[in-house]
């Protein structure tokens, strides 16, 4: 068995966290430390059983020998490189996060929505968490171990974790939790896993074991607080999930307990001081203000209201770059996930994108260049498909493309059926968004007058508007920033399989069905070699384009800010501020 462990120490005279495994073991074990935290998620052929680096005589040849069969997903930290914990000598105090939109509700398992995890991420764990390089390190669980055939992994859970009403966290509240909520309500995690899950063993009270029907390579990419929150079991056992009073006032076992939740105004955390992570949380008191107009935030952000924003105006990045008070940055991802393609969706249901020849139409009438450029200030690129082009290793350019041409997208509608009417208009069709693409949509409408079509703009708060696009599903167009993870199986798969046709947030809101699309994401999901998988996404990206179930907008990337005396903030994850600390308190 493959091991990693956050415990182990230094073995003999090795450099600390190299082992070697028995010559007579079925397979190789390894074993990691503290200060050498490679990450063991591995794409590639594994290890041949019959080689063992037992044999070897430096640990850096054992090293080179065990890479030698894998493929890293991301680089390993050098020795002795490992991030450390933050210290803080200035603990306490209050930091104010803006969010643009109210959260909804508190529970983050039964969403993958952006505004719940920007909050809820801050009240919870998932087994691991990611370093900023997104490598997987130890949080719920303090080690795990993958079977040398790859079909189970075995996690050891962190001991003297309380959730924040008292309760004992145990092996028995993850399996509750992949079980009866995430792999019903959360999309991302329902569409990878339930297909491929064979079920959750809990030998012990901190032992869980995932078996899988085939070797599946992505799982630790999909256990961060973001894509596998867990919750009590003893709070939602026996109850409806989705009416539990705890959505609203939630007992996790995070950084941070629930205080006050004012909807449409605020949710403010306090720290728990019974954190199992020694020394963490530093401040007392966390605030997420909900201030819906991004130019108000960035005021609040220069005047010293609020101390953090999530997405920054492209109109205000120079302003602010310019403010010595400020901190601009990227992030490869955050608590909506990663590798972001704002999307439009068509509802595949009824005319009149049932038609083919319409969805083509749209896409040729829709102008993604001055999208890009008026109202997204090119903090991003324009889309090609359904994987993004910054996930290299899976993405081609390969593709059929739809470029902006007025003309052809008439000739299309003409082909369709859909000529002028006495007063002019081809047809009309109600788009349904949150009004955080107001902009995006007055474009979109302007763009499709021109060829005549005419647009009904329905402007709904955010999760109004989800529930209207992904659970009644009463709409013609719809927009969703569909965000991944660092896998396509985390995040795009749920888009286009036909079992992830449901009333769930996030879901194949398009109701898009093709069998060989499902066998060929059910096949890349437990392929192990790279090369054939990436090969597998290669054809799915080839195919989508085709048949044309959405029209993929823009691959998003923004700035977050904040002010230059909070120091350790998570802005990849959805744990923002577990680590965080300003230099003097208020």
């Known amino acids: ?16 966290g190299w082992a070697a495994g028995n010559r007579k073991a079925p397979g190789t074990s390894l074993l990691i430390c503290k200060r050498d935290p490679t990450p063991l998620y591995f794409q590639g052929r594994r290890h041949s059983r019959s080689r063992n680096v037992k044999g070897l005589s430096t640990a850096k040849e054992a090293q080179e020998e065990f890479w030698a069969g894998f493929v890293p997903l991301a680089r390993p930290f050098a020795p002795g490189h490992a991030p450390r914990l933050p210290v803080s000598t200035h603990p306490g105090g ?35 968490q990611f ?15 993958i079977s040398p055939d790859g079909r189970a992994y075995t996690f050891k859970l962190a001991r003297g974790v309380r959730w924040h009403d008292g309760k004992p966290f145990t092996a028995a509240d993850v399996k509750f939790t992949f079980e009866e909520v995430l792999l019903k309500f959360h999309a991302r995690t329902k569409a990878g896993l339930e297909n491929v899950l064979a079920g959750i063993d809990t030998p012990d009270d901190y032992t869980v ?23 009590p079991r003893h709070i939602y056992e026996g109850t409806d999930i989705l009416k539990n009073p705890a959505n609203n006032r939630p007992v996790g076992s995070g950084p941070f307990k629930f205080v006050e939740y004012v909807p449409g105004d605020r949710v403010v955390l306090g ?11 530093h401040l007392d008191r966390a605030v997420f203000k909900v201030i819906p107009q991004p130019s108000t935030a960035v005021l609040a952000l220069e005047q010293g209201e609020v101390d953090y924003l999530w997405t920054v105006p492209g109109p205000d990045i120079p302003r602010l770059q310019a403010n010595p008070s400020v901190v601009l940055a990227k992030a ?30 749209f896409a040729h009438a829709i102008n993604r260049r ?8 090119n903090q991003g690129r324009i889309a090609t498909g359904p994987i993004a082009s910054t996930m290299t290793w899976a993405y081609t350019p390969d593709v059929t493309r739809y470029d902006y041409n007025p003309d052809e997208a008439v000739r299309l509608l003409e082909a369709a059926g859909y000529r002028p009417g006495p007063d002019g208009k081809r047809l009309r069709v109600t788009f349904v968004h949150a009004s955080t693409y107001a902009r995006t949509a007055e474009v979109i409408r302007d763009n499709l007058g021109r060829v005549r079509v005419e647009v009904e703009l329905v402007t709904l708060e955010f999760n109004a508007a989800v529930e209207r696009v992904f659970v009644r599903t009463d709409f013609d167009l719809g927009i969703a920033s569909y965000c991944n993870g660092p896998d396509p199986e985390i995040g795009v798969t749920r888009m286009y399989v036909s079992f992830n046709i449901k009333p769930i947030p996030f879901s194949n809101g398009a109701a898009y069905v093709n069998p060989q699309v499902d066998e060929l994401f059910a096949r890349a999901a437990t392929t192990v070699e790279e090369a054939r998988r ?5 054809e799915i990206q080839r195919i989508l384009p085709g048949t044309f179930p959405y029209l993929w907008l823009i691959e998003t990337e923004g700035y977050r800010a904040f002010r230059k005396d909070i120091r350790d903030l998570r802005i990849w994850a959805g744990d923002l501020l577990e680590r965080a600390w300003r230099e003097q308190t208020r």
């Open 1 to 16: 068995m493959l091991a990693y462990s956050a415990q182990a120490g230094c073995v003999g005279a090795r450099p600390c």
């Open 94 to 128: 209050t930091i104010v996060v803006a969010v643009t939109s109210d959260p909804g509700q508190l529970n983050p398992a039964i969403t993958t929505a952006g505004p719940t995890h920007v909050v809820a991420d801050n009240m919870f764990n998932g087994l691991i």
């Open 131 to 145: 370093d900023e390089n997104l490598n997987p390190q130890p949080s719920l669980a303090e080690s795990w171990g």
């Open 209 to 231: 074991v995932f078996r899988f029907r085939e070797p599946y390579a992505p799982l630790l990419r999909r256990l961060d607080v973001v894509e596998g929150p867990i919750v």
């Open 271 to 281: 720290r728990n001081d019974d954190y199992f992570k020694p020394g963490l949380p």
């Open 332 to 361: 490869p991802a955050g608590p909506g996930g990663s590798f972001c393609i704002d999307t439009l969706i068509f509802n595949l249901r009824r005319p009149p994108f049932d038609r083919l020849e319409v969805r083509r139409a």
């Open 370 to 377: 001055q999208l890009l450029e008026q109202v997204y200030f």
């Open 534 to 538: 990436a090969a597998i996404y290669h």
